[in-house]
């Protein structure tokens, strides 16, 4: 099946410093990703949604200055948490969609990358 | 009310056990059911999906799906303790489109 990948899987960083996950798919072309948070025995709350070339579309609640989302190629989308604090500490996770998979638009997902705001 | 509910457990079950996980939702226009297991500390991966109402089978797992009660249901046959996990129903309007998720039911199965 197609691969997701996200980098890194764990971070640990200072309060008011900035980090950057990266996810990427490997076997196929990305025409959309969504970002994802997740919290401790909690559900996937949507983000945002970005299309390879156009702004992302946020969520309510979301802050876009916040969470910069850039999805610069068809292979790539970056998330990145401005000036994080410590309720930013969450599993952030991305999915991809090419428009195939099985027929279905599936949508496959990343490992997730864990974010720790000390 | 949440678009999607389901019942967080967490639910505990002897290995050979059939297990079954619900959700249930408000929205009608919903049409594509999935439903997806996520280990800890990992990503979710797809394990079942489903369009409209009807059953759908693959191995020892059955899904289903009751639009008219908007109620879809995951069965487990023959649990093992390598299916403990928290298992997510997800469901969109449109193909590929933006996924709802349920809260996630963990299942741990004992030896």
């Known amino acids: 099946g197609a691969v997701v990948s996200q980098h890194p899987s764990w971070v640990i960083c200072k309060s008011g410093t900035s980090v950057k996950i990266e996810c990427r798919s490997l076997?196929?072309?990305?025409?959309?990703m969504f970002w994802y948070r997740q919290f401790p025995k909690q559900s996937l709350m949507l983000m945002a949604t970005?299309?390879?070339?156009?702004?992302?579309?946020?969520e309510q609640g979301v802050e876009k200055d916040k969470f910069l989302i850039n999805h610069a190629s068809l292979t790539l989308s970056t998330l990145t948490v401005t000036s994080a604090h410590p309720e930013d500490s969450s599993f952030y996770i991305c999915?991809?969609?090419?428009?195939?998979?099985?027929?279905?638009?599936?949508?496959?997902f990343g490992e997730g990358s864990r974010l720790t705001v000390l | 009310q949440k678009e999607v509910e389901q019942d967080p457990g967490p639910l505990s079950v002897p290995e050979g056990a059939i297990v079954s996980l619900n959700c249930t939702y408000s929205?009608?226009?919903?049409?594509?059911f999935m439903w997806y297991r996520q280990y800890s500390r990992k990503g979710p991966e797809l394990l079942m999906y489903t369009y409209s109402s009807g059953n759908k089978e693959d191995g020892r797992f059955t899904a289903q799906v009751d639009k008219s009660s908007k109620y879809i249901s995951l069965f487990i046959r023959d649990s093992q303790p390598s299916d403990s996990a928290t298992y997510l129903c997800a469901m969109s309007a449109h193909q590929g489109g933006k996924l709802i998720f349920g809260q996630g039911t963990e299942l741990s199965v004992k030896p």
């Open positions: 929205n009608s226009a919903f049409q594509y």
């Open positions: 970005s299309n390879e070339g156009s702004k992302a579309t946020y």
């Open positions: 076997d196929f072309q990305a025409t959309t």
């Open positions: 999915s991809a969609t090419g428009g195939g998979g099985r027929g279905t638009g599936e949508l496959f």
